[in-house]
């Protein structure tokens, strides 16, 4: 029963994300200007602190169950708006790097087309974790993984440095991280 439950959660959420994709909201085309100043801080170190199995273990065996439940469902949720402002992020970046596909410059392009794929595949990981992370809400003593994700995150970061880097080398570039 709960395994079924899980599985129309999952299927609904997938099939509420393929509707925004095809409504285009992930792949509509803007112009550059001003993307840096919609970007959000996210802080990776805190959000491996919060989804650390090393950390989840440390509260579980010095906490009450009870308090550890409610500590843990808070931590995933703390969890999730870190996941939901990279993934946002990424929505901007796959934009920054759409722009810099159409450019003349060989190297520009290329960088471009690693942007927007790894904003894609960043967007996708979130996908993930986010279903992973409502299951361990639901159920705090579930293993959850949300392996890749900040790792694809800094990826792609570097990413926006170095097209910064390449469609204005003499301004310094910067992102929120």
Not at 25 to 53: E, H, K, Y
Not at 134 to 142: D, K, N, Q
């Amino acid at each position: 029963m709960i395994i079924t439950f899980v599985l129309v959660v999952l299927a609904l959420l997938a099939l509420l994300f393929l509707l925004r994709l095809a409504k285009g909201q992930g792949f509509r085309s803007a112009a550059s200007d001003g993307l840096p100043a919609r970007i959000q801080s996210v802080d990776i170190a805190a959000f491996r602190n919060l989804v650390d199995a090393n950390e989840e273990r440390y509260l579980r065996t010095t906490l009450p169950p009870g308090e550890f439940r409610a500590v843990q469902r808070e931590r995933l949720r703390a969890a999730l708006k870190y996941i939901s402002c990279a993934a946002g992020n990424a929505a901007i970046l796959m934009r920054a790097g759409e722009a810099a596909r159409r450019s003349s410059d060989a190297e520009v392009r290329e960088a471009g087309e690693k942007l927007v794929d790894r904003a894609i595949r960043l967007r996708l990981y979130a996908f993930q974790a986010t279903a992973k992370l409502y299951v361990g809400i639901m159920f705090p003593g579930a293993r959850i993984s949300t392996n890749g994700l900040a790792e694809n995150y800094e990826s792609m970061t570097r990413l926006v440095f170095l097209l910064g880097r390449l469609q204005s080398p003499q301004r310094e570039v910067s992102i929120a991280s």
